[in-house]
């Protein structure tokens, strides 16, 4: 009798739907950009702070300071150029014959201050990027190569290669889908789609389960794996900071995670009726099986994760406030200063909102 009920509990395991667990099992991934009070290490007070080997670029407004040794090149893109270089300690200096370019080489540092100029560094350098009293710190910047990066508030995030980082204003609207992404399942001898062309199977070899590969993380502690799910949830969109505001979701066919990290507690959720809803151990919510519906969140301190095939929203922040975003996904998203810009479907962008109003120093 303990046999066959052993057998007919694994059965039962097995019929259950394939969504039903990834909507819950995959929110066990660690977000990779929590708030500062969740992570030891460094942080910074600086829009945004990059600390490595490698390459640096930043293209837009605001001071820079870049501090190392290597090649720094310098752009002013600005129509009254009013872009002022000062630099200290470098051993060369080269400007370009149509006097575009200026090139910084040898160690030493370099205090930017414009409008519109871009900045590129190649070496082992330490750049900041903040506000100035003339200026507010707007722009894109890129990094590749080995060492770490910060955006105001947060904790110091790995490069990547070619990683996108953007330094902007609220609002945020975003205009997002897509179907695939990875995620913890369990079962053996699934087919679980394609992968860059080849079939990623999990399956038996001389009698022991198969590992999916290092690449995905391969068998966790308690048995499930970390596999590509063809199906699957595929835009990501994420606010820490915590942040403080509204978002409103227009139409959103997925899941959403969020936190209450007030004081107060007076985060409000808004979502249709009938709604699955599960709380997790840290105290986060998560709102599932969401089918092309409405949701509406506002509070004055919360975290938010959104995991969708489709999600249609906007953020607008409390005045004042400042908050740190990220997308990843088919499709565009807006702020006070870009419009229309790819998300793109791997690295995405991490973004800093800045509190709308003047310069400060």
């Given at each position: 009798?303990?046999?066959?009920?052993?057998?007919?509990?694994?059965?039962?395991?097995m019929?259950?739907p394939?969504?039903g667990l990834?909507?819950?099992?995959?929110e066990?991934?660690?977000?990779?950009?929590?708030?500062?009070e969740?992570?030891?290490g460094a942080?910074?007070?600086?829009?945004?702070?990059?600390?490595?080997?490698?390459?640096?670029?930043?293209?837009?407004?605001?001071g820079?300071?870049?501090?190392?040794r290597?090649?720094?090149?310098?752009?002013?893109?600005?129509?009254?150029?009013d872009?002022?270089?000062?630099?200290?300690?470098?051993g060369?200096t080269?400007?370009?014959?149509?006097?575009i370019?200026?090139?910084?080489?040898?160690?030493g540092g370099l205090?930017?201050?414009?409008?519109?100029?871009?900045?590129?560094?190649?070496?082992?350098?330490?750049?900041?990027v903040?506000?100035?009293?003339?200026?507010?710190?707007?722009?894109?910047?890129r990094?590749?190569?080995?060492?770490?990066t910060?955006?105001?508030?947060?904790?110091?995030?790995?490069?990547?290669?070619?990683?996108?980082?953007?330094?902007?204003?609220?609002?945020?609207?975003?205009?997002?889908?897509g179907?695939g992404?990875?995620?913890?399942s369990?079962?053996?001898?699934?087919?679980?789609?394609?992968?860059?062309?080849?079939?990623?199977?999990?399956?038996?070899?001389?009698?022991?389960?198969?590992?999916t590969?290092?690449r995905?993380?391969?068998?966790?502690?308690?048995?499930m794996?970390w596999?590509?799910?063809?199906?699957?949830?595929g835009?990501?969109?994420?606010?820490?900071?915590?942040?403080?505001?509204t978002?409103?979701?227009?139409?959103?066919?997925?899941?959403?995670r969020?936190?209450?990290?007030?004081a107060?507690?007076d985060?409000s959720?808004?979502?249709?009726?009938?709604?699955?809803?599960?709380?997790?151990?840290?105290?986060?919510?998560?709102?599932?099986?969401?089918?092309?519906a409405?949701?509406?969140?506002?509070g004055?301190?919360?975290?938010m994760k959104v995991?969708?095939?489709?999600?249609?929203?906007?953020?607008?922040?409390?005045?004042?406030?400042?908050?740190?975003?990220?997308?990843?996904?088919?499709g565009?998203?807006?702020?006070?200063?870009?419009?229309?810009?790819?998300?793109?479907?791997?690295?995405?962008?991490?973004?800093?909102?800045?509190?709308?109003?003047?310069?400060?120093?």
């Amino acid at each position: 009798m303990r046999k066959v009920l052993l057998i007919g509990g694994a059965a039962a395991l097995m019929a259950l739907p394939a969504t039903g667990l990834a909507d819950d099992d995959v929110e066990r991934v660690k977000d990779p950009d929590p708030t500062a009070e969740e992570g030891a290490g460094a942080t910074t007070t600086k829009a945004l702070h990059a600390d490595g080997r490698g390459g640096f670029r930043y293209e837009g407004s605001g001071g820079t300071v870049v501090t190392g040794r290597g090649v720094v090149r310098v752009r002013d893109l600005s129509a009254g150029k009013d872009l002022v270089a000062t630099p200290s300690g470098f051993g060369k200096t080269r400007t370009s014959k149509d006097g575009i370019w200026t090139a910084y080489i040898g160690e030493g540092g370099l205090v930017l201050d414009g409008s519109s100029y871009r900045v590129t560094a190649f070496g082992r350098f330490e750049s900041d990027v903040d506000p100035t009293a003339a200026h507010q710190a707007t722009g894109h910047a890129r990094v590749m190569g080995r060492g770490e990066t910060i955006l105001k508030g947060g904790v110091a995030v790995p490069f990547r290669a070619g990683q996108r980082l953007l330094l902007s204003r609220g609002p945020m609207a975003v205009d997002l889908s897509g179907r695939g992404a990875y995620g913890w399942s369990r079962g053996k001898g699934e087919r679980k789609g394609k992968r860059g062309g080849k079939a990623d199977r999990a399956g038996t070899r001389g009698g022991k389960v198969e590992r999916t590969g290092a690449r995905r993380g391969g068998k966790h502690a308690n048995g499930m794996r970390w596999r590509w799910h063809r199906r699957a949830p595929g835009a990501t969109w994420r606010l820490n900071g915590p942040a403080a505001g509204t978002v409103d979701m227009s139409t959103i066919t997925g899941r959403v995670r969020v936190w209450d990290r007030s004081a107060a507690k007076d985060l409000s959720v808004s979502v249709p009726a009938g709604t699955r809803s599960r709380t997790l151990a840290d105290g986060s919510v998560v709102y599932s099986g969401l089918q092309a519906a409405k949701v509406v969140l506002a509070g004055t301190g919360f975290r938010m994760k959104v995991r969708a095939r489709d999600v249609e929203g906007l953020f607008t922040p409390a005045a004042g406030t400042l908050a740190r975003a990220f997308v990843r996904g088919k499709g565009t998203f807006d702020t006070a200063d870009v419009t229309d810009m790819r998300a793109g479907t791997r690295g995405g962008v991490r973004i800093l909102l800045q509190p709308v109003g003047a310069a400060t120093p």
